[in-house]
């Protein structure tokens, strides 16, 4: 059996790039509470504030109730900046726009490492991955390439270029893989912070909901020395 890479971490910058609130906490949140508490600088940028997200809510109700649950998740791992571009949940186009609106947060934030949620078509087969979230993962993963270069988007002009080291894809193509042991409770409460989003999903207690998602999210990967953790996708950019 192969060992899987440790994930690197000699960076200090780091940039979540989701669709929804609730996206980070699912699995990538433990990896960012290690994250914070190595005393790196970790970010989120939300493309939808999930408004069509919760059964019987109006979404005029639902967005800044999420939004509120995701700063709250963010706090609870250590992440102070949260932003929210006010895409349409559910209806997320992979375009242009996506793609320079991506850059110039790249461009502003000036991340090391970008984490992107995985965008293939199924996590597994016969379980179909959304729409959002493989147009926002592929459109991220073009937007590291186009945050370094001048031409791309020239609208951009006012931003110095910038070009990531990597971006780091959640899911089931994992190459490298981060021990997130000592921070599993941390995630949990996390994505407990999603009371009521997770409360619509479902009768069980929100606390046994998150302990059971994170503990799927955070099962030990195959060729890495860890009780619990995390896989990502890497992909190289920079020196």
Sequence with gaps: MARMEQLP???????????????????????VARW???????RYLLVTSGEAGIAGLPPAESGPLREAEEIAAAEIVGVEQVEFLGYPDGRIEE?????????RAIRRHRPELVVLSYFGDAWASGFANSADHRAVGRAGLDAVSDA?????????????????????????????AVDVTDTVE???????????YLAALSPEPVADQARAVIEMTTAPQEGFPATHAVGFELYHFAG
């Excluded at 914070?36 to 970790?42: A, H, N, P, R, Y």
């Excluded at 375009?95 to 850059?103: K, V």
């Excluded at 941390?186 to 994505?191: E, P, Y």
């Design 9 to 31: 971490e000699d960076w200090q910058r780091g940039l979540v790039i989701v669709a929804h609130p609730d996206d980070i906490e699912y699995g990538a949140a433990a990896a």
């Design 36 to 42: 914070t508490g190595q005393g790196k600088d970790i």
């Design 95 to 103: 375009s242009l726009r996506l793609r320079q609106d991506l850059a």
């Design 148 to 176: 370094g270069n001048e031409w791309i988007f020239p609208e951009l002009a006012d931003l110095p270029i910038w070009t990531a080291r990597w971006a780091a894809v959640l899911g089931p193509a994992a190459t490298h």
């Design 186 to 196: 941390t995630a949990v409460k996390s994505l407990a912070a999603h009371a009521r």
